[in-house]
């Protein structure tokens, strides 16, 4: 493609997203960067929450990854509406029965001090790191099609993409997220429903029935694999699938601060009961679009890229038209910057909340002036991990992203799962070591798993094992029986 026309067409969509943000800033209070003033249509943030769930990660990695794995990763879909069904129906009557805007404050009124700032912690350690990922995505992208035809370095790709994420988002916040990831879902379903289409017409293929038909007979189409050494059996898959829901939805300040922006309890469950069915749809598509670029690349005789989360860039920026080449950029840039700019406006809640608590020791010009700081801050962090992860990372994203959620989530699933079903009070003191500790030996029988467990081999279900042993550790310093609040 030429470069510049992906300099319009990249332009054109951060006007019409600062458009956004002005109309959604015109009135604004000190709650609105991070309630939104609890005035949205549950129908947007429904719509919305797809795009920042699917990310670039999705857009990118998922059909990649089929030359990989072939469409095994729909296991860990099929395990995703448990895991949504747990959130509608335990999480979110708690969330909204608290009033909470920080969903960790819950360990406090649980637990104690020290529980509450490993929550918050853990989120923001695990949503620092995602995020990044996902940003580098895009960003590795924008230098692959644009800044590498101009000589820019990396780092500048970089830098101009966690800027404009500030820029559209550092006064209206949450409120605004709410309807940019509206637009961006928008868009990115409408790159990969046209992708398809367009490929499905280069390969002589003929309406939808067709290209189920051609899809299924090839061997990338298997979903299921009942192998139990395998690290993508069934059981694991989906099983890992709904624990990584339940926490990085259920647990995620980033995804339910959307959802507590709806007005009612009702509206944020219907909200979670449509987001799961489309979600589910949308995933099976992304893995037929991933079979479709093989076939497209062995029809055409295309070398295949070393690293398969470069095979969609590489084909829709040098070998697709151009027409399909913009969508794929106005694709994967609403794609990356649905899920980025959500996870920035709640990493600056969080850390204002549960670490600063500038709602009960400033007024609000000061909090607007913290809040502000806080904001740069978190972007200015993004911008060195993105360096970080560029520097270090050889393998998928997707694969990259769920194995540091195995590991940073992992505590939050283990202190949540302990305050929800048990009765017991711990020694709120030792939580931080739990929290360190129990990571730490999910790490150590991940790597010996084939050797002492006749060669089991530890995947996504990493977190189940994380999450047991932050459990196991807080029963052995549970002190005495709770009695049970209204939670």
């Known amino acids: 493609m030429d470069s510049k026309l992906v300099i319009v067409v990249i332009t054109s969509y951060f006007l019409l997203l600062f458009l956004i943000s002005w109309l959604t800033t015109r009135k604004i209070s000190k709650e609105t960067f991070f309630t939104g003033d609890r005035q949205s249509p549950w129908f947007l943030v429904a719509f919305g929450m797809i795009g920042a769930s699917l990310s670039g990660v999705t857009f990118i990695s998922v059909p990649g990854e089929v030359g990989n794995t072939n469409f095994h990763y729909f296991q860990v879909v099929l395990g995703y509406t448990l895991g949504y069904l747990f959130i509608g129906k335990v999480l979110l009557p708690l969330y909204y029965r608290l009033n909470l805007v920080s969903i960790y404050t819950y360990m406090e009124s649980r637990f104690g001090f020290w529980s509450y700032k490993t929550g918050a912690f853990f989120f923001l350690l695990s949503r620092t790191l995602g995020s990044s990922i996902r940003v580098f995505l895009v960003a590795s992208v924008l230098q692959l099609i644009l800044f590498d035809q101009w000589g820019v370095p990396f780092w500048i790709s970089v830098l101009v993409t966690v800027s404009l994420i500030w820029l559209y988002t550092h006064r209206g916040g949450i409120k605004t997220v709410v309807w940019t990831d509206t637009l961006q879902t928008l868009f990115m379903l409408l790159a990969v429903g046209t992708s398809i289409y367009l490929i499905s017409q280069d390969l002589g293929i003929d309406g ?89 690349a062995n029809a055409n005789a295309i070398a295949l890229p070393e690293r398969s989360d470069d095979l969609y860039p590489l084909l829709a920026t040098q070998h697709f038209s ?30 204002c909340y549960d670490f600063l608590g500038i709602e009960k020791k400033y007024d609000g010009d000061r909090q607007y002036s913290i809040r502000k700081k806080v904001h740069l801050s978190f972007t200015a962090l993004m911008f060195l991990v993105v360096l970080a992860f560029w520097w270090i990372n050889d393998q998928s994203v997707i694969t990259a992203v769920f194995i540091i959620a195995g590991y940073t989530y992992g505590p939050l699933l283990g202190l949540y799962a302990f305050g929800l079903f048990t009765n017991y009070q711990i020694k709120d003191k030792v939580v931080p070591y739990i929290s360190v500790l129990a990571p730490l030996i999910a790490y150590i029988i991940s790597k010996n798993s084939e050797e002492w467990f006749w060669g089991y081999r530890f995947g996504f279900e990493i977190l189940i094992l994380n999450g047991l042993l932050m459990f196991l550790g807080l029963c052995c310093f549970r002190v005495r029986k709770h009695k049970r609040r209204n939670y």
């Open 322 to 351: 151009v027409f399909a080449g913009i969508v794929f950029v106005l694709g994967i840039i609403a794609a990356a910057y649905s899920s980025a700019d959500s996870a920035l406006t709640a990493l600056t809640t969080s850390f």
């Open 208 to 296: 939808f029935q067709d290209l189920w038909t051609k899809v299924r007979a090839t061997p990338q189409s298997k979903i299921f694999n009942w192998n139990w050494q395998s690290s993508t059996n069934f059981f694991k898959q989906f099983a890992s699938g709904a624990f990584i829901t339940i926490v990085m939805t259920g647990l995620d300040q980033d995804m339910m601060q959307k959802n507590l922006t709806c007005k009612s309890i009702g509206d944020a469950q219907k909200n979670m009961f449509w987001f799961t069915i489309i979600l589910v749809v949308v995933n099976l598509f992304f893995l037929m679009l991933g079979t479709l670029l093989y076939m497209y």
